[in-house]
């Protein structure tokens, strides 16, 4: 219990006991008067009253300030709430219709903004769609279309067409070989003659037979030194076999000309190498390592031209490509993309430097040189306007000068009867040594000056004759394919021999 002190209360005054006694300071009078419970005495003598109330007077009083004070703060309270809400409600009235109006005019700015847009954007987007969809309707395309001509074929449509035209060919060859054997006399020496098989690939380029092939399938210049075959067959698409004739060749373009007797064949459409480019697709077709690989298809792009090789030790212009040719490729066909034959498939080159091994070199004769070539074969048996001297003949090496003693150049083998070198008085033994007044010491230098002009020329030989120096004119004939012949010399086993 706290005693409280109001100077605003009439200086009331309250006891522990919940009396209150009344204190006033206004002059009161003496009398006491009975107000219901309450009695009051009033003094005038001493400016005081004094006021009793019971219990039950004090405790109504008192449970009646309590209800008025809490009244009071009820109200209070409730006012404030009022007044709270009030404002709350405002405030948020005001800034409900404020965000209103600004989203509203936010709203239709950006309506306004998103509709130019997309009547701005429309045209473009439907253009972009178009085009995407095209897009993923096109396929990308393959290498294989990518080095294609526009007026290509399906590969397969290509194979179809060529194998009926591609045969295989079966070449005999024969040689001789040295059998040492011993006998009551001591060892002696016998000459003994082998036969061995050789396979190669060709096309046919007439329906009555004309099959062209390369010259290295029919004629031997290995180590063995056979020369032309003694026996070729050809092997056709529906496995029947055929004798072949042989009707020319040409060591220098290394091709020849076969002929079967038959009717009615499918010859081979033969295209234009001009026209290829590095990077095109083309397709070779062969009999690699045998006939039990009959027809074989791989295929590659062009890739060189014109490319300057020596094969046999003889310089070519050939096609490069990185189409698979491996032994017994020789002869076949080289295909463009549409199909025509551009190139007769001529070598395969692998060469090894160290430990690398160089691979998928492939080379092809360009068919625009081989058609004339092969016209000149079948009409006239060899190959037109081309100088010859007239001679066969073998390169004399440093070995072969110091042990028998002559000077290093072409040894003269053997001279045809009416030919150019025999009219211009050249002997067998002499030994050429210079040309045009430039010294020479092997076949290939004589032939790169001589193939420098054409028959009916005039040229100045340079001899070593039992010693002495000769220099002979020599009017140059045209070239044509001589019977070669073996004769007893030293120098036969030689395989470095050579016509000229």
Known sequence: MSDNYDPYNNGNYNDRNGQSDNYSGYPQNDQ????????????????????????????????????????????????????????????????????????????????????????????ESEAENLQAETDSNEELPSLIQLASRSDAKPLPDIVEEIMPSVVGVSSTFEYEYSQPSFSMWGWNTTPQTQQAKATGTG????????????????????????????????????????????????????????????????????????????????????NPLGFDLFGSVTSGIVSALNRQISINEKNMTLIQTDAAINNGNSGGPLLNSCGQVIGINSAKMSSNYGSASVEGLGFAIPMKEAKVIIDDLINY????????????????????????????????????????????????????????????????????????????????????????????NVKLQEERNPLETKDENPLEKDPDISNN
């Open 32 to 123: 006491g008067v009975r107000k219901g419970n309450e009695y009051s005495y009033e003094s005038s003598s001493f400016d005081q009253s004094y006021e009793y109330s019971s219990d039950r007077s004090a405790h109504k009083k008192k449970q009646g300030s309590h209800r008025v004070l809490k009244a009071v703060v009820c109200l209070l309270l409730l006012t404030g709430v009022s007044a709270g809400s009030v404002q709350a409600y405002k405030f948020l009235n005001e800034t409900k219709k404020e965000l209103a109006e600004y989203t509203g005019e936010s709203s239709k700015s950006k309506a306004e903004s998103k509709t130019q847009t997309q009547d701005k954007t429309e045209p």
């Open 203 to 286: 096309f046919i380029i007439t329906d009555d037979g004309y099959i062209v092939t390369n010259a290295h399938v029919i004629y031997d210049e290995s180590e063995y030194n056979a020369g032309l075959a003694i026996e070729v067959s050809v092997l056709f698409s529906d496995e029947t076999e055929h004798e072949a004739k042989i009707i020319a060749y040409d060591k220098e373009t290394d091709i020849a000309v076969l002929k079967v007797n038959e009717k009615g064949l499918t010859p081979a459409i033969l295209g234009d190498s001009d026209e290829l480019r590095v990077g095109e697709l083309v397709i070779a077709v062969g």
């Open 381 to 472: 048996n060899y190959v037109k306007g081309r100088p010859q001297i007239g001679i066969s003949t073998v390169d004399v090496n440093e070995s072969y000068s110091r042990y028998l003693n002559i000077p290093m150049g072409v040894y003269v083998r053997t001279v045809e009867e009416g030919s150019a070198a025999e009219q211009a008085g050249i002997l067998e033994g002499d030994i050429i040594i210079g040309i045009e007044n430039e010294p020479i010491t092997t076949i290939d230098e004589l032939t790169a000056i001589k193939n420098k002009f054409k028959a009916g020329d005039t040229i100045k030989l340079t001899l070593s004759r039992n010693g002495t120096d000769v220099d002979v």
